[in-house]
């Protein structure tokens, strides 16, 4: 009994009380969950919430003990669950009806979870809700309650921008698109030179969720919400570092509250002494429902350095059975040597007959195919010399840190967003053609591995490595913006 009221002390003791609430996916719960990390090595108490649908795909793939920490490895810190009303089989690519369906359902189950830790003696009161901002309930039932919410684009400044332009799309007649053939008849090249910070966007470059015809289309309907929502809220956290997205962050602070740029979040929790030490029992949290493959590390140390061709389009993404069949005899003709993700689902609703060449690659050691790995790790790998990849947010930022080229092939969201930043603003990667074909991706990894394109991008690469490395460490950008939103929005308290 002594013991438990030491414990229950200890967790009253936490000055502050940060309610996390990430959108059920991949690439959203892991920069929220590295956030948790920091504020609760920082003294906070942390409440993660999870949608039923995102623990129950965790649960059958984990098991409990991998994805709630115990209290006696995480005093402070408590994984929460809230209903969704979604089933498991709606597959994690229908984005659409992940988005309506927490919409419509989250905002009375997390009102209740918020008057359940109000009443909770054992924690802090609440002091902030950190509301992914597709997660727009949360931040209307913690203005209910009168807390205090910022919002977090777990995305890329320019994602931001780019669905914040869905309301000009609309008010200039871009959007809805009048039909069909929009989407074939160069349409979509329409230039957006009045995109605030991104001159050079055209309309094909937007979030892909505005390509419809439909006026009343639920993406673009959610979209506008959660702009109108993150307007109204004290703070937006972004998971970028300034100089990567300088223009555009200078732009969005016109029409936003105070933005603090904190990324890559990973990086700087690897250099924030307080999130290092802190237990065990928080980073061993698995928020991935895949199993990693970590033999392919082993792979990776017996070829040579920077020979390895690294392909992974991401936890959300697919493609069909003739895209897959066109990558692989792509890779297969490449001349290097390639690891390829290929999740379980990738291939959407088809049986996948790989070419013969591939097949070959693989068993004669050239290729290696995993359902997932450590992609952290695999890109900082020394045998790695080419990122091909969906420009998912994460992956990108994974990428400006180990120093390495992409190639890029964007399927959805704000993927082409970010490519067309690769490519025009960034520079240290390119695209390869939509109607993936395997000659053009044969010879685009040629010329990224041993041609001139290739040395132009490396080196470019290397540039962002050694900014994101300052903006990370002590005294950094993203150090110094983690600093002032802790102490100015998050955990005010912590002043001394």
Known sequence: ???????????????????????????????????ARL???????????????????????????????????????RVEVIDDG?????????????????????????????????????????????????????????????????????????????????????????VPLKDESCLTNGYLDTKLDWVPGMKHMRLKDMPSFCQTTDAGDTMVTA??????????????????????EKDVVDALAAFFPPIYSVGPLADVIASSPA?????????????????????????????????????????????????????ALGLASCGAPFLWVKRPDVVDGEEVELPEAFLGAVAGGAGLVVPWCPQAAVLKHTAVGLFVTHCGWNSLLEAAVAGLPVLGWPVFAEQATNCRQVCDSWRNGAELPEE??????????????????????????????????????????????????????LLPAARS
């Open 436 to 489: 993936v074909e395997s000659s053009a991706v044969a010879r685009m990894v040629r010329d990224m591995m041993s041609g001139e394109m290739g040395k132009e991008k490396r080196a470019k690469a290397a540039e962002w490595k050694a900014a994101a490395t300052a903006a990370t460490a002590a005294g950094g950008s993203s150090w110094r913006s983690v600093d002032r939103l802790i102490d100015d929005v």
């Open 86 to 174: 979604l089933s498991l089989s709606v597959p994690q690519h229908d984005v659409a009806t992940l988005v309506d369906t927490v919409r419509r359902n989250c905002l009375a189950p997390f009102r209740e979870l918020l008057g359940r830790l109000a009443a909770d003696a054992t924690a802090p009161p609440v002091t902030c809700v950190v509301a992914d901002v597709v997660m727009t309930f949360a931040a209307a039932a913690a203005r209910e309650a009168g807390i205090p919410d910022a919002q977090f684009f777990t995305a890329s400044a320019c994602g931001l921008t780019g669905y914040f332009q869905f309301g000009e799309l609309i008010k200039r007649g871009l």
């Open 275 to 327: 999130a290092g030490a802190d237990n065990a029992g928080l980073a061993a949290i698995d928020i991935s429902i895949w199993q990693e493959d970590t033999q392919c590390l082993a792979w990776l140390d017996g070829k040579a350095g920077r020979s390895v061709v690294y392909v992974n389009f991401g936890s959300v993404a697919v493609m069909t059975a003739a895209q897959t069949r066109e990558f």
């Open 39 to 77: 504020l609760h090595a920082r003294g906070a108490h942390v409440t993660f919430v999870h949608t039923r649908f995102n623990y129950g795909r965790l649960l059958r793939a984990k098991g409990e003990a991998a994805v709630r920490p115990s209290s006696s490895a995480a005093a402070g810190f």
């Open 223 to 244: 979209t506008l919400q959660q702009m109108d929502s993150a307007v109204s809220s004290k703070a937006i956290i972004i998971n970028t570092f300034y100089e990567l």
């Open 1 to 35: 009994m002594v013991a438990a009221e030491a414990h229950e002390m200890g967790m009253a003791a936490r000055r502050g009380h940060v309610v996390v609430v990430p959108f059920p996916a991949q690439g959203h719960v892991a920069p929220m969950m590295q956030l």
